[in-house]
């Protein structure tokens, strides 16, 4: 019973999302899409279906194409659901149903929620722009999705717990009530809001332009010190021509925030995408030091600390850490594990044996660097800053060369 | 008790409330009011959820009782875990406990994650200003000294998205010591039997003063104090006293736990043959005294038991047997027989467990110069043998 109630809660929140969609589609024709239709066709046939696997195991597959099929294809045959449509609906069920029969462990409605934010945002604004009749059916449905995800979350935990059942249902259903009471007032105190906040606009336009005025004050004088005295403007207020059609202005600038508000929304996912992939690195160095074992450090820690290294003082181990830096930039870099000479042998530099006895004296003996010793190791890393440009650029005629074949 | 504590949020709940946040800018645009209540609602609902997650657990105290109970293997015991909140309620956490491997749950399917101990995991709900008690029932299974080592809650929030980790953060003080089992020592009888009735009281220079058998004749050598006046004046001729001659009897058990730079892999079996020892000696009223090479932060640097016998002592010892592991830090044998002959009570029988180097073998040279007879205490096969140590006196130094 649980595993039904289960995969009718996932399939619920699947079908919301998809209706969203359907209205992002029906926006353009200016109708209301067949969401009624759907929700009962869609609800009694996975709630159906769900009984059947749970009753007949792998025989319930059978039986589906049996039993239900037909009845969805005969009752969208009454409502006038094309034939193509009742089969591909009746296929997305049985797809539906069995993928989330066979996983019923705890899925994330969040992403469903994410989903369905960005489509409701889009279809929203769309609306707005093209005066959808039926928008707030839209967004019904969306607060619907919301309250569902809530409500199932918490369901779900309640329903495993023997004691107390009454305290956590009326405590949750405190908060929630709180949380709505809360939302409703801002709805009520919208023209104020509104108010506010174009005060505030207005505000910062009126202080914006007499910031510029004498701005344009001085830019005016310029241009009229530069002799363009004599010029006029072209325009008349009063051409006695008779009204012609204009554009009404606003339009444009509607079109303009339009356009703005959707590159701005577009711009938003992007960022989110980016710093979801930048945040899972990380957490996986986090949940690392969640799951008790100790002592591991992951990769990008040690970059981060590499990053941060200071340049030692000596003179001649600042040099070679420059020289080290400046290679990895060309992406010839040390490896972590590789002598200097190791090093130098890999990527074709042509030390002298000098120079890496005079390192290794610096780096691992305790002597110090005498000036003469210093104007080698400079004159010989100025020479290998040459050679590695060198190298590098006939890597990459190399790799010019192989992409073509 | 203070908890660890890390928030894991649903990552994209700040992804849907920055589309919450364009909502509320579109609402005020389009000028609905459906629109500003949808927006608004999701914001309080991550604002809350976020709340609860960085809430929860801070006022769930956990009883941190100081209980050492003891058992023999096999024996049943439980797991008191006593647990108060006083904060923001806990629906269907995950509270997991991970203890030493030395008890065992009663449950067949046990996992062991980590290699030396098991992970239990139980559902856990508690109401504001509620306190439960959980027992986890145990069998204690092997020698040593079992304990919580770690407890953890996964909260789930009340909202559904993200998740708190509280970790305990001091040791939980509960501990259950399982005492080592014994194994049969051959030579046990036969050396102690014989030896004690021999050697205790006529050959000891000392004697009891508080313990006077009789009187005796005057010999010139006897000291005045000596000279029992009353009984010399009933005599009319001078008499001694005589007191009882005593002897101490004790024993020492040295164990050697190390072997090389690593743990005996004899251990179990040299601690079986010692606690076997130790009932023995318990029966027969012996007193002894105990060393082990496992480093310590006492004055004396490892584990040192000074002589006793009976019931209390007999228990010291077990605790102190169980509490011998693999993953103690090592002292090395020799400075332990050193320490042992500067500065503690040297008995007259010396019982040295575990492997002997040549090093070793010259210590307890030195220490039976000292008077004290060596026994060794060897492992064949199952069973453990006591046997007197013969140390030939090399003239050459042993290089």
Not at chain 1, 18 to 44: A, D, R, W
Not at chain 1, 360 to 383: A, P
Not at chain 2, 149 to 170: A, D, H, M
Request: glycine fraction near 6%; include cysteine.
């Amino acid at each position: 019973m649980n595993r039904v109630a289960a995969v009718t809660y996932q399939f619920i929140l699947e079908l919301i999302l998809g209706m969203l969609f359907l209205f992002l589609i029906y926006i353009n024709k200016n109708e209301f899409p067949p969401i009624l239709l759907l929700t009962v066709l869609c609800i009694s046939s996975i709630i159906l279906f769900s009984f059947l696997l749970a009753k007949f195991r792998n025989n319930g597959k059978w039986l589906y194409f049996v039993t239900i099929l037909p009845l969805i294809l005969l009752i969208g045959f009454q409502t006038g659901l094309p034939l193509y449509g009742g089969l591909g609906l009746g296929f997305l069920i049985y797809w539906r149903g069995i993928s989330l029969f066979d996983d019923v462990s705890e899925r994330s409605e969040a992403i469903l929620l994410l989903l369905s934010f960005i489509i409701g945002l889009v279809a929203i604004i769309y609306s707005a722009m093209s005066k959808y009749p039926f928008q707030s059916e839209m967004i019904l449905l969306l607060i619907t999705q919301l309250v569902i995800v809530l409500l199932g979350g918490f369901l779900r935990k309640w329903n495993s717990i023997q004691t107390d059942k009454a305290k956590f249902a009326v405590y949750f259903l405190k908060v929630i009530a709180a949380v709505l009471a809360i939302g409703v007032i801002p709805a009520f105190l919208l023209k104020y809001i509104q108010m506010i906040l174009f005060a505030i606009l207005h505000f910062f336009v009126i202080l914006l332009s007499t910031v510029s005025a004498p701005l344009f004050g001085f830019l005016e004088y310029l241009l009229r010190l530069n002799g363009n005295e004599g010029r006029k403007t072209t325009i008349n207020a009063d051409t006695g021509l008779p009204d012609e059609y204009q554009p009404p202005a606003y339009e444009k600038t509607e079109t303009t925030l339009y356009i703005l508000l959707i590159v701005a929304a577009v711009a938003f996912i992007i960022f989110l995408y980016k710093k979801k992939f930048t945040k899972q690195d990380f957490s996986v160095v986090n949940s690392a030091v969640v799951s008790v074992s100790e002592g591991a450090y992951g990769s990008t820690q040690s970059n981060l600390f590499r990053r941060r290294m200071k340049p030692p003082e000596d003179i001649i181990r600042r040099e070679i850490f420059e020289l080290e830096k400046y290679a990895s930039k060309l992406k010839l870099g040390r490896l972590p594990f590789e002598t200097l000479e190791e090093w130098w042998q890999r990527i074709g530099l042509s030390g002298s044996s000098e120079s890496i006895a005079i390192y290794e004296k610096v780096r691992y003996g305790e002597g110090r660097s005498s000036i003469e010793e210093q104007t080698i190791m400079k004159t010989e890393i100025h020479q290998f800053k040459q050679q590695l440009k060198e190298i590098y650029k006939s890597l990459k005629d190399k790799k010019k060369k192989s992409k073509p074949n | 008790m203070s908890w660890k504590k890390y928030s894991v949020e649903d990552r994209k709940i700040p992804g849907i409330s920055g589309f919450a946040i364009i909502l509320i800018i579109v609402s005020l645009y389009i000028q609905s009011k459906l629109v500003l209540f949808l927006a608004v609602f999701f914001l309080i609902v991550a604002f809350c959820n976020q709340h609860y997650l960085k809430r929860a657990g801070e006022k769930l105290y956990f009883e941190n009782l100081n209980v050492k109970n003891h058992f023999f293997i096999g024996d049943k015991g439980e797991w008191f875990l006593t647990f108060r909140n006083e904060g923001f309620p806990i629906l269907k956490a995950e509270l997991k406990i991970y203890f030493d491997y030395f008890v065992s749950p009663n449950e067949e399917q046990q996992e062991t994650s980590l290699s030396s101990m098991y992970e239990m995991s139980f559902p856990f709900s508690l109401f504001t200003n509620q306190a439960k008690q959980i027992k986890i029932p145990f069998t204690a299974k092997q020698r040593g000294i079992a304990r919580i080592r770690s407890i953890e809650f996964r909260v789930p929030s009340l909202l559904g998205f993200g998740e708190t980790i509280l970790e305990s953060k001091y040791f939980v003080k509960q501990q259950a010591v399982v005492y080592p089992l014994p194994i049969p020592v051959k030579g046990i009888k036969e050396q102690i039997s014989v030896l004690q009735g021999i050697h205790v009281v006529p050959v000891s220079v000392y004697e009891d003063l508080l313990g006077p058998v009789g009187t005796r004749d005057y010999v010139p050598s006897d000291s005045f104090n000596r000279i029992h006046w009353k009984a010399s004046a009933r005599k009319q001729e001078l008499q001694t006293k005589v007191y009882e001659r005593i002897a101490e009897k004790g024993w020492n058990i040295a164990l050697n736990v190390s072997d090389g730079h690593s743990i005996t892999g004899n251990l179990e079996k040299l601690i079986s043959s010692i606690t076997e020892f130790a009932y023995y000696a318990f029966h027969k009223q012996i007193p002894y005294s105990l060393c082990i090479n496992v480093r310590t932060a006492a004055s004396t640097p490892f584990l040192y038991l000074p002589i006793g016998e009976g019931k209390e002592h007999l228990q010291k010892v077990l605790e102190t047997l169980a509490s011998v592991s693999t993953q103690n830090t090592s002292l090395p044998y020799d400075y332990m027989l050193s320490f042992y002959s500067r500065h503690l009570t040297a008995q007259p029988y010396f019982i040295h467990a575990g492997i002997k180097t040549d090093d070793t073998k010259r210590m307890l040279l030195g220490i039976s110069k000292k008077g004290a007879k060596l026994f060794e205490l060897k492992i064949e096969q199952e069973f453990g043998l006591l046997s007197e140590m013969v140390i030939h006196q090399e003239r050459r130094m042993l290089l």
